[in-house]
């Protein structure tokens, strides 16, 4: 460091410095601050939105199954896509759909789960729940695809028993017999997987 020998040299050194570099300084402290602010500011309002989110969505359920329920979660959906409550309400909205006998909406809600969810369960939840409305829509080779897109490991067994009841229905007795076995393995006290597979030779008219 550089050494003076009086105060008054001292002086000079730090006007001369601050003269050279006093901008950048000032410059990079505002920068420094203004990100602080700015994030704050960011969080603040994802703080707000997600509590915005959250009261609108308890209204648009507190309507489920009344007269014009449809149409506020469908305006909430579309207002707040990119929140995990428009997943869920979606799923909501498919259900009352299938309930009505609406099997293109359905599909539609289930759709929008699918392909927007970031959730990773939720999305695998919309994709079985597609698939069900997809075999009774007896659009199996398109619910062979939507199985194909469920990865995750926790629904494994149900990806199994939903690919034997298109199988069966394909008339592909082998292919069904394998995929119940399989998903026997995976869940070995459910009942009603060993009657489907059970049931295999007289579908097979064996």
């Given at each position: 460091?550089?050494?003076?020998?009086?105060?008054?040299?001292?002086?000079?050194?730090?006007?001369?410095?601050?003269?050279?570099?006093?901008?950048?300084?000032?410059?990079?402290?505002?920068l420094?601050?203004?990100?602080?602010?700015?994030?704050?500011?960011?969080?603040?309002?994802?703080?707000?939105?997600?509590?915005?989110?959250?009261v609108?969505?308890?209204?648009?359920?507190?309507?489920?199954?009344?007269?014009?329920?449809?149409a506020?979660?469908?305006?909430?959906?579309?207002?707040?896509?990119?929140?995990?409550?428009?997943?869920?309400?979606?799923?909501?909205?498919?259900?009352?759909?299938?309930?009505?006998?609406?099997?293109?909406?359905?599909?539609?809600?289930?759709?929008?789960?699918?392909?927007?969810?970031?959730?990773?369960?939720?999305?695998?939840?919309?994709?079985?729940?597609?698939?069900?409305?997809?075999?009774?829509?007896?659009?199996?080779?398109?619910?062979?695809?939507?199985?194909?897109?469920?990865?995750?490991?926790?629904?494994?067994?149900?990806?199994?028993?939903?690919?034997?009841?298109?199988?069966?229905?394909?008339?592909?007795?082998?292919?069904?017999?394998?995929?119940?076995?399989?998903?026997?393995?995976?869940?070995?006290?459910?009942?009603?997987?060993?009657?489907?597979?059970?049931?295999?030779?007289?579908?097979?008219?064996?």
């Open positions: 460091m550089e050494q003076f020998a009086t105060e008054e040299q001292q002086v000079e050194a730090i006007k001369r410095f601050w003269k050279d570099h006093g901008i950048a300084i000032l410059v990079g402290a505002g420094g601050l203004g990100g602080l602010w700015g994030w704050r500011a960011f969080t603040d309002a994802q703080i707000e939105s997600r509590e915005s989110a959250s609108a969505y308890q209204a648009a359920v507190e309507t489920f199954g009344t007269e014009g329920s449809d506020k979660i469908e305006t909430f959906i579309k207002e707040n896509e990119d929140s995990g409550y428009a997943s869920i309400a979606s799923l909501l909205a498919a259900k009352q759909a299938v309930d009505a006998g609406d099997l293109d909406a359905a599909a539609s809600h289930l759709n929008r789960v699918v392909t927007f969810a970031e959730n990773d369960e939720i999305k695998a939840l919309a994709g079985l729940r597609l698939t069900r409305v997809q075999i009774e829509m007896n659009q199996l080779d398109a619910a062979l695809s939507t199985l194909g897109n469920v990865t995750n490991e926790a629904f494994s067994a149900e990806v199994s028993e939903l690919k034997g009841d298109v199988y069966q229905q394909q008339s592909k007795f082998d292919d069904a017999r394998l995929a119940y076995s399989s998903a026997l393995e995976k869940n070995a006290n459910n009942p009603l997987l060993q009657m489907k597979l059970d049931n295999l030779a007289v579908a097979a008219g064996q």
